[in-house]
C-alpha cells in the first residue's frame, strides 16, 4: 500500500512539472505595413519561453513575392524569462496587398507559427512626360582587345637592355681592376714569353726565321720597358753600342761578359733572319737559354731608382691610373645616357608623350588626381562626396550653405552649395536654373558662356539635372583661358544640393578630377 502511494505522488509531482512548463510566446512585429516597390521592411520575430528550447528555422523562410535583403543572427536575451530574437529585412518588387506569412519555427522539434501580416506594397509613379525612355537594347559581344601588346613587348625589351647595359659596366670595371692587380712585370712578361718559345717545332729555314724573330724581339721589348733603352729600331751593333755606353756611364751595372753573349745571339739572328742560315734545334735551344741568363743578368744589373725617379715613376702610375679612371667613368656615362634614352623612348611608346612629360616635369592635378581624397557629409540635406581637401563652408545669405575648396583662377574649382526647398523642380524652373547659373559664372569672370543640359543618373542611381559648357576668363595677369564648368542639381533628403566644379579646358587631369567626383557622390536617404 505504502509503495503504491509513494509510486503516485511522484507520477503528481511530474505532471504538475511538466503542465507547469509555459508553451512558448512568439510576437511578430514589421516597422511598417505600407511599402514602395524596393523599399525595406524590418521583420523582427521575438519568442519568450522559461527555459532555453532548440530552435530550427524553415530553408524557405518567405513565400514569394517578398525576398530577403538581409537575415541577421538570432541573439539570446536571458531574464526572468529567456529571450530569442531574429531579425529580417525583406521587400517585395510586385505592387499589390500581399498577406506576409511567418517563417515555420521549430521549438524543440515541434512547429509553430504565427500570425500574418497584411502589407501593401505601392507602385512608383514614372514620368512618362518629362523622361526620355528607349528600348532595351541587345548585347553586343566585344572582342578581346590586344592593340597594345607590343607596348608591354617593348617595355621588357627597354628593361632587359637598361639591366644588360648595367651587367656589362659593372663586369667592365671589375675586370679593369682585375686587369690591374694582376698586371705583370716586364721581366716576368719576358720569361714566360720565352717559355712559350720552347714548344715550337722547328724543321724548316721559316721555322728558326720565325723563333728567332721571336727571341730577339722579346728581349729588345723588355730592355725598352725595363731599361728604358730605344731597342726595336736599332741593328745589333747600334744596340750592343748603347748598352755599353750605359755600362760605361753606370747607369746599367752589366758585365762584359753578358754583353759580349747577348751579341752573339743577335748575330746569329741576322744569319738566320737575312742568310737564311739553319743552327740546328740544340743551337736554338742554346740560344734561348742564353737569353734567359741576359734578361735576368740585366734586371739584377739595373740600379735602385732615385727618389726623383720614384717620385716620377708614381706620378706616370697615378697618371695612367686617372686615364683608365677616365675611360671607365665615360663609358659608365655614355652607358647611362643610352640606357635612360632608351628607357624614354620605350615609356613614351607605353605610356604615351603625355604621361611620360607630365611624370618627368610634373603637373598640379596630376598630383591632386593621384593624392588620396577626402570624402565628407556637408550640409543641413546631406551630400556625401569625396574630394581633394575638405571644402570648407563660405557666408552666405538666408539658410542656404554653401562649401567651396580652391577659386576660379586655380586649375580646379568645387562648391556645393545646400537649399533648403523641397519644391520639385518643373519644366518651367529648368530655364531659371539656368540663368542663375549663368550669372553666377559671370559673377566669377565668365564670359562668352557656352550651355548644354541633359537628364542623368549617378552611379549610386540619383536622378541629377546637369547643366555644362564652357566660357572665356581673364585671369589677375590679363590672360584669357577657355575654362568648363559642370553644374549637377540633386533634389534629395528633404532639400536641393548643387554641386559646381570650374576647370581648364585643356587640362584633361581636371576633367578626370571633376568625373572622379561626380562618381563619389552618395545620397543616404533619411
Known amino acids: 500500500m505504502d509503495k503504491l502511494r509513494s509510486i503516485v505522488v511522484v507520477f503528481l509531482c511530474v505532471s504538475f512539472q511538466i503542465f507547469s512548463q509555459q508553451k512558448p510566446v512568439i510576437i511578430l512585429e514589421v516597422d511598417t505595413t505600407t511599402i514602395k ?8 520575430i521575438e519568442i519568450n519561453t522559461d527555459t532555453i528550447v532548440d530552435i530550427q528555422w524553415g530553408e524557405k523562410k518567405f513565400l514569394l513575392p517578398f525576398e530577403i535583403i538581409e537575415e541577421f543572427e538570432t541573439d539570446t536575451i536571458k531574464e526572468e524569462t529567456v529571450k530569442f530574437v531574429k531579425n529580417f529585412s525583406i521587400t517585395s518588387f510586385e505592387p499589390g496587398s500581399f498577406i506576409l506569412k511567418s517563417p515555420k519555427i ?16 505601392l507602385n512608383v509613379k514614372v514620368d512618362t512626360v518629362s523622361k526620355k525612355f528607349f528600348d532595351i537594347k541587345n548585347i553586343i559581344e566585344v572582342k578581346k582587345n590586344n592593340d597594345g601588346w607590343w607596348k608591354i613587348f617593348l617595355a621588357l625589351i627597354g628593361i632587359f637592355i637598361l639591366l644588360y647595359l648595367v651587367y656589362k659596366i659593372y663586369k667592365k670595371i671589375l675586370n679593369s681592376n682585375k686587369e690591374e692587380e694582376k698586371l705583370p712585370i716586364p721581366i716576368e712578361k719576358a720569361i714566360i ?17 720565325e723563333y728567332y724573330s721571336k727571341l730577339t724581339e722579346i728581349v729588345k721589348n723588355y730592355l725598352e720597358e725595363d731599361v728604358s733603352l730605344d731597342a726595336l729600331e736599332s741593328t745589333t751593333d747600334e744596340l750592343i753600342n748603347k748598352l755599353e755606353l750605359l755600362k760605361d756611364s753606370g747607369k746599367l751595372s752589366i758585365n762584359q761578359e753578358t754583353i759580349e753573349k747577348f751579341k752573339s745571339v743577335l748575330k746569329t739572328a741576322d744569319l738566320v733572319k ?20 741576359v734578361l735576368l743578368d740585366t734586371k739584377d744589373a739595373i740600379p735602385d731608382p732615385t727618389e ?6 708614381k706620378k706616370y702610375f697615378e697618371m695612367i691610373k686617372k686615364e683608365k679612371r677616365k675611360k671607365v667613368v665615360k663609358k659608365v656615362v655614355l652607358g647611362l645616357l643610352f640606357s635612360i634614352i632608351i628607357t624614354f623612348i620605350v615609356s613614351v611608346s607605353f605610356f604615351g608623350w603625355k604621361n611620360v612629360s607630365d611624370t618627368i616635369i610634373g603637373t598640379p592635378t596630376k598630383s591632386i588626381l593621384n593624392e588620396t581624397w577626402v570624402e565628407s557629409t556637408y550640409g543641413a540635406h546631406p551630400i556625401i562626396i569625396s574630394t581633394p581637401n575638405v571644402l570648407k563652408r563660405i557666408k552666405s545669405e538666408g539658410i542656404n550653405q554653401i562649401f567651396q575648396w580652391s577659386s576660379i583662377e586655380e586649375m580646379f574649382f568645387i562648391s556645393i552649395k545646400i537649399i533648403s526647398d523641397n519644391e520639385k523642380t518643373n519644366q518651367q524652373d529648368i530655364q531659371l536654373i539656368i540663368d542663375e547659373l549663368i550669372l553666377e559664372l559671370k559673377g566669377k569672370g565668365a564670359t562668352n558662356i557656352l550651355t548644354k543640359q541633359q537628364d542623368i543618373f549617378i552611379d549610386q542611381g540619383q536622378p541629377a539635372f546637369k547643366i555644362f559648357g ?9 590672360s584669357q583661358t577657355r575654362k568648363e564648368y559642370i553644374s549637377l542639381k ?16 585643356d587640362d584633361s587631369y581636371a576633367r578626370q578630377i571633376a568625373e572622379k ?10
Open 106 to 121: 521549430s521549438i524543440d522539434n515541434r512547429l509553430n507559427y504565427s500570425d500574418s501580416i497584411l502589407i501593401e506594397v
Open 193 to 209: 714569353a720565352l717559355k712559350l718559345l720552347e714548344s715550337k717545332d722547328l724543321k724548316e729555314q721559316l721555322d728558326y726565321k
Open 517 to 526: 567626383v561626380e562618381k563619389s557622390i552618395i545620397f543616404k536617404i533619411e
Open 490 to 505: 540633386f533634389q534629395e533628403n528633404n532639400g536641393k544640393q548643387i554641386v559646381l566644379m570650374i576647370f581648364n579646358r
Open 274 to 293: 737575312f742568310a737564311k742560315s739553319n743552327p740546328g734545334v740544340e743551337m736554338a735551344s742554346l740560344d734561348k737559354k742564353i737569353l734567359e741568363k
Open 308 to 313: 726623383e725617379e720614384l717620385l716620377k715613376s
Open 37 to 44: 516597390v524596393g523599399e525595406q521592411i524590418n521583420y523582427k
Open 470 to 478: 564652357s566660357f572665356d576668363y581673364l585671369d589677375q595677369n590679363g
